[in-house]
């Protein structure tokens, strides 16, 4: 295990009717707020008449910024800043799933900043100041309730960049499973697969003696097959929920992948597709997955592969490529069984662009740390994706490298 430091500033109010908490939350900040949406779910479930009365009977004004939309723009976060800076806002509040709360947090850090936010993702500006940011959360998936990062598109330039500082993380997140009862069947599958990959970014590691990390992630993991396919199923269990939306939280707050190198190449690869097309953030993780943990499975991933398949899966093999492949297998067709798509030519990406997606993703060097991937490796990752190859492991693997 690697030396780490590790802090958890946001205060978290869970369960039934931890709403009624939220004047009090913002008040410690201010009595003026810019209120970050999306497309008005919040309206139709009543989560948005609950929050401004809220605000009435607190005494804080507001302004709002509607519409934030999946894979959330810059023009929106552009439009969300100047309202701030127009305002002069004390605090802006997320109230959505984790696109609206990335969009709120670069929000917060633009309002202090006399350049364009995009700067932030060029790396033209750092940022070191961010208003107070909360969280109302309304989707168990991306974890940006409890964390550091955001994830932005620009339209213009088709990118989709992502960028981080602790000033970003939220001071306090609402998490009431309630409010996640009317996600769809898709979006609710989707952001269970997401919430698996953050799992998966750091639970596949090289780095030695991390026997806590490890079976925390496994626990998780278990918890995603346990209870996403009864979330599905019964949209308003709130057991379900609650393990969702609390895991996902978990899954991303650092704690998994404390004192350990982490990989993330699959969502870089994602962010290049997303980007592009526009697809669901978790239903491009879940058509890449298990092409990538397929093509990375080689004499020293496979033991941790196999431990995934035996402690996650419960297969017992006599070898440890054998049990991989099992794993890799249930893992694909847990995210079909779920009817996500396998292969990217079904979510309607394009094979002449894969060059290009390969290319943009390994711009910076190469990818990964469980296996690095260089371009070719991350071009015959997206070729595989592609066509919908079976899952062969190191045989389809040294196929793809001649």
């Known amino acids: 295990m690697l030396n780490f430091n590790i ?6 109010r869970f369960g ?13 900040y201010g009595n003026k707020v810019l209120l970050v949406y ?3 779910s919040i309206k139709q479930s009543g989560l948005y008449d609950q929050v401004l009365q809220i605000f009435k009977d607190s005494n804080i004004t507001h302004v709002e910024l509607s519409g934030v939309q999946p894979n959330p723009r810059i023009s929106s ?3 969300g800043v100047e309202l701030c800076k127009k305002h002069e806002v004390h605090l802006v509040l997320a109230v959505g799933g984790g696109s609206t709360i990335d969009c709120a947090k670069i929000i917060a850090a633009g309002a202090g900043y006399d350049g364009d936010a995009w700067d932030f993702f060029t790396r033209k500006a750092k940022i070191n100041f961010a208003l107070p940011i909360g969280t109302v959360l309304t989707l168990a998936a991306t974890g940006s309730e409890m964390n550091a990062n955001a994830v932005i ?21 609402i998490l009431d499973p309630k409010y996640s009862f009317t996600v769809p069947p898709e979006q609710t599958a989707a952001g269970t697969v997401d919430i698996m990959s953050h799992i998966f970014e750091q639970y596949f590691s090289l780095t030695p003696g991390t026997y806590i990390q490890d079976h925390l992630a496994e626990a998780m993991l278990k918890t995603c097959i346990y ?19 609390w895991t996902g939280s978990l899954a991303l707050n650092g704690l998994l992948g404390a004192g350990k190198r982490t990989d993330w190449a699959t969502h870089d690869i994602e962010h290049e597709i997303s980007a592009l097309y526009d697809v669901t953030h978790g239903l491009g993780l879940a ?37 991989a492949r099992a794993g890799i297998k249930k893992t694909a067709d847990f995210f079909k069984s779920m009817n996500l798509a396998s292969s990217l030519k079904e979510i309607g990406v394009e094979k002449e662009c894969l ?43 040294q196929e793809l490298r001649r």
């Open 7 to 12: 802090h958890f500033p946001t205060r978290i």
């Open 16 to 28: 039934r009717g931890k709403i009624e908490d939220l004047g009090k939350e913002i008040l410690c």
């Open 38 to 40: 999306g497309g008005g």
């Open 77 to 79: 976060v552009r439009q």
């Open 153 to 173: 598109s620009n339209d213009d330039t088709k990118q989709k960049l992502g960028t981080g500082n602790p000033v970003l993380i939220p001071r306090f997140s």
């Open 227 to 245: 209870y996403g396919p009864i979330a599905i199923a019964q949209p308003d269990n709130y057991e379900a929920r609650a393990n969702l939306m």
């Open 287 to 323: 058509v890449l997955t298990p092409y990538w943990m397929d093509y990375v499975l080689d004499e020293q991933t496979a033991p941790r592969l196999a431990e995934y398949a035996r402690n996650v899966w419960e297969i017992e093999e006599n070898d440890d490529i054998i049990e």
């Open 355 to 397: 060059v290009e997606m390969a290319k943009k993703a390994t711009s910076q060097g190469p990818l990964g740390a469980f296996r690095k991937l260089e371009y070719q490796d991350v071009l015959n990752i997206l070729q595989a994706a592609y066509d919908g190859f079976p899952y062969t492991g190191l045989v389809k693997q």
